[in-house]
């Protein structure tokens, strides 16, 4: 039986691992991690989370609690793991990021089936075997290189935004930012109160209420603060659904109030009140010794981030254990170089798993991470390769990962817009995506016995 290789350790890479090793093949996982290190990653430790800590919305019948449905029916290790690391976080899934990222490195590394490589890769044989490229956002400047050259398809390339790459560059790429997070001994608690927006799930989040005047002292204060100065090499180029507040902020007086700092659906239980604009804090790990700030991402330089942050309610004595940072983000025209089973089209030896191939998000990381595996092994046992069916969540993300626009593609999260429309319209929204996730889950459920994984499920 073929041995795959796997390049990277991150969320895709080290459920591809899992998928392909328990399916009885062995596997090659290389890691760069400790010998080079990423501008974003803390550890060597593998599916290192470097944003937030939050797995998304654990509410039935949501699109996340869908992808999510469908991973645990498909054996998913690491979402079991992030069951087993999880910390109160409401109606989301949040982890302990630093017990998840061990959980996994102990889990791949005692597997017998796989084998693990400190090293970093920089050139792929696509005639040597079968390879499952999972090297994250962060790809090193060498691999991106011998991604661009197994590409060769630079005129069919997309570029978008202020300070995309050259029209002949088979990649693109945009900036990711990371929040700040505090230890939670120096948090005001008199200032603060802990609810969840519509008292969905547990009230597991501080919240730090302002009022006009000193939303207004906050929102003066994050324009005139300094941001990190573009280095020469940088064009910023940000995803969309993850700006940096400050860039949030350049776009209107209340465009804060409308995105990470609404304060609908947080009534104020001291006196009953909606407040002006919040600030939510998630708990960061189990613990609870530390939260970071929901949505704060932001590309300034830390003492005027110290600053500024310190003007939030219950924050003025804040001690930061983390700033916010920003990062690279590479990821290919998958719409171009793809097929809906991850392989690529001119070299189908080599699949693609993770943010690299387009997709926003750790579960959706995951769940393509999955999909590689299974298919990679299916390839290499002589099996069919079956795409799941369109009208569950991972073929509606690996649908629009191969085929949006390749002129204008953008990384995607998983959402109800990505699968297909029910036959008969159904007015109530709730009704409409019980409905949606129900046959999405019967259809999946069909798909995994058709291509005989129903005998693997835990």
Known sequence: MAIIRIIGAGLAGSEAAWQCARRGLDVELFEMR?????????????????????????????????????????????LEIARACAVPAGHALAVDRVTFAARVTEAISREPRISVRREEVTTIDESAGLTIIATGPLTSEGLTSEIARLSEQPEQSGTRGRGAPAPHSPHLYFYDSI????????IDRSRVYMAARYDKGSADYINCPMTQEEYGRFYD?????????????????????????????RRGRDTLRFGPMKP???????????????????QENLRADSYNLVGFQNHL??????RVLRLIPGLENARFLRYGQIHRNTYINAPTLLRETLQMKSHPQVFFAGQICGVEG????????????????????????APPPRASAFGSLTHYVTHADPGNFQP??????????????IRDRKERHRQQCELALREFDQWLQRIGLAALRQ
């Open 264 to 282: 609908v659906g947080l009534i104020d239980p001291r006196n009953g009140k909606r407040p002006y604009a919040v600030v939510q804090l998630r």
């Open 412 to 425: 995607a999260n998983i959402t109800f817009d990505l699968l297909p429309p029910l036959e008969r319209k």
């Open 179 to 186: 929040s700040p997070i505090v230890e939670a001994d120096s």
């Open 362 to 385: 750790y579960v959706e990381s995951i769940a393509t991470g999955l999909l590689a595996g299974m298919h990679a092994t299916a390839l290499a046992s002589g099996a069919e390769i």
């Open 34 to 78: 400790p010998l080079r290190s990423t501008p974003a990653h803390q550890t060597a430790d593998f599916a290192e989370l470097v944003c937030s800590n939050s797995l998304k919305s654990d509410s039935e019948n949501t699109a996340p609690w869908l992808l999510k449905e469908e991973m645990r029916r498909a054996g998913s290790l690491l």
């Open 221 to 249: 204060a994050l324009l005139q603060a300094q941001s990190v100065e573009e280095r020469d090499w940088e064009k910023l180029n940000y995803f969309e659904s993850c700006l940096p507040i400050e860039e949030i902020a």
């Open 301 to 306: 330089k830390f003492a005027d981030q110290a």
